[in-house]
Structures are given as C-alpha cells and as structure tokens.
C-alpha cells in the first residue's frame, strides 16, 4: 500500500527555518511526482507549493520562490521541503502528495496519495 510519512515540522520563530522531510513507502520518488501543499487554519488548501518530478525537475510557486525550496534524495527516498525566512502567516498543516497520474500537477486532485500532514508553526 503507498503512503506517505512527513516530518520535520514545529515551532520556530519568525525569520526560522524548517526542513520538511516526505518519505514515501511503497514506490520511489523517482516513480512519481511529488508536490508540497499547505492548509492555514480556517482556510481552504492552497495550490502545490513546490513540486518535484519523478525525472528531478523542481520548481516553486512564484509566492514562496526565494524562501521555499525541494529536493530529493534518491538513496534515502525522500523528498524535502527546505523552508526559510518563515513569516507567522506561513503558519499552517504541510502535506506531501504523489503522483504519476498527472504531470506536474498544480492543484490536489492531481494528486493520488497524500500524507497526514506536519504542523508548522511560526510564531515569536
């Protein structure tokens, strides 16, 4: 059964970073697209924050390019989600999702399995 596990989430001050690990299990993240989304408290779900290919291709949403960034580890079959200069509106639950039905995808229906999400919290 594929799943995915995140971590790396908590309490940091303004200005903090957090790196954000996606472990799958049950496929490689070189079998399937793999995108970072957000959830803030009292609000919907935002489109894919950072994605990562299953060929290695990464890009960001232009709202987070310059503090947000992805990578991949083939070894350790994680994807992270390096996150700098945080700001307390950044505050919100982090799901990792997966893919290999779309390409790319930008919104979560393009997604087939998500993770239950690491809780970042920015605040002084």
């Known amino acids: 059964e594929a799943q995915l596990v995140e971590s790396g989430g908590g309490l940091v001050q303004p200005g903090g970073s957090l790196r954000l690990s996606c472990a799958p299990s049950?496929?490689?993240?070189?079998?399937?697209?793999i995108g970072w989304f957000r959830q803030a408290p009292g609000k919907e779900r935002e489109g894919v924050l950072c994605?990562?290919?299953?060929?290695?291709?990464?890009n960001c949403a232009d709202s987070v390019k310059g503090r947000f960034s992805i990578s991949g580890d083939s070894v350790k079959n994680t994807v992270y989600l390096q996150v700098n200069s945080l700001k307390p509106e950044d505050t919100a639950v982090y799901y990792c999702?997966?893919?290999?039905?779309?390409?790319?995808?930008?919104?979560?229906?393009?997604?087939?399995?998500w993770g239950q999400g690491t809780q970042v919290t920015v605040s002084s």
């Open positions: 999702a997966a893919s290999n039905t779309h390409y790319v995808g930008v919104f979560g229906y393009e997604y087939d399995y």
């Open positions: 994605f990562r290919s299953r060929n290695g291709i990464t």
């Open positions: 049950g496929f490689t993240v070189n079998d399937y697209d």
